[in-house]
C-alpha cells in the first residue's frame, strides 16, 4: 500500500468530522470537560511543578527549513541606558524592555488545527482557503485553545521501557500499550500524553544536528486507530516531528499529521522537554499529572510556542 492509498482509507475511518458540529473549532481538546478537569487536580499531591519546555534563544533546534529560525531577542531598553540617563525618566527611574522575533514553531509548541491540510481541506471538512487566508486561520486560530487545554496528564516512556529508540524506531500501538502497562496507567478519554523518546536527551549530549527535520524515532502511521480509539484529547513528543522519520512510505511527507489533524481534529505538540519529569515519575512511580498548556492566544495563529506545567 502506498502513501496516497493508506492515508485516504485512515482518513475515512478514523474521522471525527461533524463529531462535535459543523462550527466546531476545538477538535479532540472537546474531550476535556470540566469532571476532566477536577479529577486531573485531584492527582496534585506533592506540589512539585515541571516546565515541559525548551528554551527558546538562539542557540535551539532551528536550521532555516521553511524559514523557521531560532528566536531573535533583542533588548530595546537597557541597564547601560538606565546608567548614562538615556532613558529620561525622573527621580532615578529605569528598566529594560526587549522584544522577540520567532516562528511560532520554532521550539516546544502546539499544532494548531489550521496547520496541515488534506488534498485541500482542514479541520471538519472546511475548504483551506477558506480557513487560512493570508489574514490567519480565520476559523480554528489557535485562540480558540487558550483555556480548556488542561487536565490529565500522563507520561509514556518508551524510552525508558525499550532503550533509547534509535532513528527511524517507528513507535507503535504495542508500544504505546505495552509502555502503559509497565507503569500500570491507563490511557483514555480526555487524556494529554506525552510521549518520550529519548531524541531530545540524544541531541543535548550529541548537539542539535539534524534534530530539526532529520531522522528521529516516532509514532507510526498506524498507531492512527490507537490515536483515535482511546480519544485522547491531545498528544505531545520530545521529537520535532511527532511520527517517525524518515516516514514509513516511499515519497512521502509527514502522512500521520495529515490524517490526525484535519481529520481527528487531534491536538500536536512537539519539542517538548519531558527529561526532568520522566525522572521524577520513574522515582515516585506515578506516571500520570494535572497537565496545563494553554497555547498564547495569537490571532488566527496555526501554531504556538508554549510552556507546558505538570503538576504532582
Not at 496528564?153 to 527511524?168: F, I, M, Q, S
Request: proline letters at 6%.
Amino acid at each position: 500500500m502506498n502513501a496516497e492509498q493508506a492515508i485516504a482509507e485512515a482518513a475515512a475511518k478514523y474521522s471525527n468530522w461533524g463529531r462535535w458540529g459543523a462550527d466546531d473549532v476545538l477538535g479532540t481538546v472537546n474531550f476535556i470537560g470540566p469532571a476532566e478537569r477536577r479529577a486531573a487536580a485531584a492527582l496534585v499531591r506533592r506540589g512539585e511543578a515541571f516546565s515541559l519546555s525548551q528554551r527558546f534563544d538562539a542557540d535551539g533546534p532551528q536550521k532555516g527549513w521553511r524559514r523557521r529560525t531560532n528566536p531573535v531577542h533583542t533588548m530595546t531598553d537597557t541597564g547601560l541606558d538606565a546608567v548614562h540617563g538615556d532613558q529620561g525618566f525622573p527621580h532615578g527611574f529605569g528598566g529594560a524592555d526587549d522584544v522577540i522575533a520567532m516562528p511560532l514553531q520554532c521550539s516546544t509548541q502546539w499544532d494548531g488545527l489550521g496547520h496541515i491540510f488534506d488534498h485541500g481541506r482542514a479541520w471538519n471538512g472546511r475548504p483551506a482557503d477558506q480557513v487560512v487566508t493570508s489574514e490567519g486561520d480565520r476559523v480554528t486560530g489557535i485562540e480558540h485553545l487558550a483555556a480548556p487545554v488542561a487536565g490529565r496528564g500522563v507520561l509514556l516512556d518508551v524510552a525508558a521501557v525499550y532503550g533509547e529508540l534509535p532513528d527511524g524506531f517507528a513507535i507503535t500501538e504495542e508500544h504505546l500499550t505495552a509502555t502503559a502497562e509497565a507503569y500500570g496507567v491507563r490511557v483514555g478519554r480526555g487524556d494529554l500524553v506525552c510521549v518520550r523518546t529519548g531524541r531530545l536527551a540524544r541531541a543535548r549530549r550529541e548537539g542539535w544536528g539534524d534534530y530539526a527535520g532529520g531522522p528521529a524515532p516516532g509514532l507510526s502511521f498506524w498507531s492512527a486507530g490507537w490515536l483515535h480509539r482511546t480519544e485522547i484529547a491531545a498528544i505531545a513528543t520530545d521529537t520535532w516531528g511527532f511520527e517517525v522519520r524518515p516516514n514509513e512510505f516511499d515519497n512521502a511527507f509527514q502522512p500521520l499529521h495529515q490524517v490526525v489533524i484535519p481529520h481527528l481534529g487531534l491536538l500536536v505538540g512537539e519539542m517538548w522537554d519531558l527529561d526532568a519529569l520522566a525522572a521524577d515519575c520513574a522515582a515516585d512511580g506515578v506516571h500520570e499529572f494535572f497537565l496545563t498548556a494553554p497555547p498564547l492566544p495569537i490571532t488566527g495563529a496555526v501554531g504556538s510556542p508554549v510552556n507546558p506545567l505538570a503538576l504532582k
